[in-house]
């Protein structure tokens, strides 16, 4: 498995008041609210979906950097080290910037 399945078990705590959906991607697992990517897990970490308008606070959590994929930062989505995420408090927060970001989005 090229994800950390323990990761994986700590989002899925995080997520489990949420009606998400998880579905393999991107050689990960992403999890889905309403058909729109809210985080995923990779190996090295995991990678959340804040949106432009949070970006900056995103990338003030420590752990957090620019999320690049194929060597270009991917704009609204930032990675965190399997360190950050194993504090509560810091994959907490960006969890929280995450959910703030796709509940607002339309369902697809």
Do not use: Y
């Amino acid at each position: 498995m090229p994800w950390d399945e323990g990761l994986a078990q700590l989002m899925r705590d995080d997520l489990a008041a949420e009606p998400v959906t998880e579905k393999k991607m991107f050689g990960g697992l992403a999890f889905l609210l309403n058909g729109h990517m809210v985080c995923g897990i990779h190996k090295g970490g995991a990678m959340f979906r804040v949106g432009k308008p949070n970006e900056a606070e995103a990338l003030a959590v420590p752990g957090a950097s620019p999320m690049m994929f194929t060597g270009r930062p991917m704009s609204g989505m930032v990675d965190c080290s399997d360190e950050a995420c194993a504090d509560d408090t810091r994959r907490g927060r960006l969890m929280a910037l995450s959910l703030g970001f796709v509940r607002a989005l339309p369902p697809k």
